[in-house]
């Protein structure tokens, strides 16, 4: 984005105004009406995260948790890490749904170009 951005500066030479490129301006405009957009992030980048999961390491720590907490086993250490695992998958469902959400819109863009 460097090369689209060029500063307007007065006559001390102090930075008083901006001037992007229509490409620039229309992706930075369109792009933040929606705070949905993961914005910054390339195609790859994107995808990897809508791809993503717990670590393996979380994942099975979840499994252990869940199973005891069916039998009402869980100590209150144990209750609050399965809280805390259970925040993080729903945090990482969310940036996930929002990856898949942007890649969809950037697809869709690229269509209709």
Not at 30 to 52: M, P, R, T, Y
Not at 80 to 88: H, I, S, V, W
Request: net charge negative.
């Amino acid at each position: 984005m460097s090369d689209s951005v060029q500063y307007v500066t007065n006559a001390e030479g102090k930075k008083v105004g901006v001037l992007l490129d229509l490409e620039t301006y229309q992706q930075l405009t369109n792009l933040s009406v929606d705070s949905e957009l993961l914005i910054g992030l390339n195609v790859d980048e994107l995808q990897a995260l809508a791809e993503s999961y717990l670590s393996p390491k979380a994942q099975i720590q979840l499994q252990e948790l869940l199973v005891k907490n069916t039998d009402n086993d869980l100590s209150d250490e144990e209750t609050e890490t399965l809280d805390r695992l259970l925040a993080q998958v729903d945090q990482l469902n969310i940036i996930k749904t929002r990856a898949r959400y942007t890649l969809n819109i950037f697809q869709n863009k690229q269509q209709l170009a």
